[in-house]
């Protein structure tokens, strides 16, 4: 099984930047949609960004389009979460997630029960 480690939640001010890592145990390039998802108290897990390893094509939910950027490091088995502008509503545990697939579906990749695999999750505050 893949294991998924994630790292980079913090807290930090409306506008300010943080970076999420996502260490993966295996190889994952080419083989997996890759995605984070977010999930505050009483709130339903949400797809925030997704990634098909195999042609870097990437997706985002419309609330952080623009603000958030997912990317790659094959060399490192790395996923990542740039969010630039937090705002107090991006504050959630934010979690990797793998599917085994040659890329994601731009229709079902937000869906959580699409993915095989889940980190533990990092924790991002935002305070206004």
């Known amino acids: 099984a893949q294991r998924l480690l994630e790292s980079g939640g913090d807290s930090v001010q409306a506008g300010g930047t943080l970076r999420l890592s996502c260490v993966v145990s295996r190889n994952i390039f080419g083989r997996y949609c890759m995605a984070w998802f977010r999930q505050s108290p009483g709130k339903a897990r949400e797809g925030v960004a997704a990634i098909s390893t195999s042609r870097g094509i990437t997706y985002y939910a419309d609330s952080v389009k623009g603000r958030f950027t997912i990317s790659q490091d094959n060399a490192k088995n790395t996923l990542y979460l740039r969010m630039n502008s937090l705002k107090p509503e991006d504050t959630a545990m934010y979690y990797c997630?793998?599917?085994?697939?040659?890329?994601?579906?731009?229709?079902?990749?937000?869906?959580?029960?699409?993915?095989?695999?889940w980190g533990q999750g990092t924790q991002v505050t935002v305070s206004s």
């Open positions: 997630a793998a599917k085994v697939a040659f890329g994601c579906n731009s229709g079902s990749w937000p869906g959580p029960s699409e993915y095989n695999f």
